[in-house]
């Protein structure tokens, strides 16, 4: 990954590629789920790690980013329940929506 340092997303589509060909290389599934965690695509990464510890399940290395994938992916849904719509993430950043759009209220068309 040395060689997409900083790049996260040119090293995120060079081991989707990399999977591709060579499916059987954990190594590649590993390195695609770290991508996707420095681009904050949290559950991607859960499912990328997870096959690599389907082809290496003794991979400490792996056991330990697919925890704090986990435990991050549980967060953003924690986040996402608590508030709603009020925050989007799918991009992975941050951010409440704007209060001057943001409508309140009932959403079924009855006035508030």
């Known amino acids: 990954m040395d060689a997409h340092l900083g790049d996260d997303a040119a090293a995120e589509r ?3 590629a990399a999977t591709q060909i060579a499916p059987q290389q954990a190594p590649y599934w590993e390195e695609l ?3 996707q965690e420095h681009l904050k695509k949290y559950e991607e990464g859960v499912a990328s790690i997870e096959k690599a510890l ?3 399940p003794a ?3 792996a056991l330990e980013i697919q925890q704090r994938l986990k ?8 986040a996402r329940l608590i508030f709603g719509d009020a925050v989007t993430g ?5 951010r409440f929506a704007d209060w001057r759009t ?4 009932p959403t079924d068309g009855r006035k508030p």
């Open 59 to 61: 991979d400490k290395d």
């Open 54 to 56: 389907q082809l290496t």
């Open 90 to 94: 799918s991009d992975g950043e941050w």
């Open 102 to 105: 943001a409508r309140l209220g």
């Open 33 to 35: 789920a770290l991508a």
């Open 71 to 78: 435990r991050l992916a549980s967060s953003m849904v924690k």
């Open 14 to 16: 060079d081991f989707t």
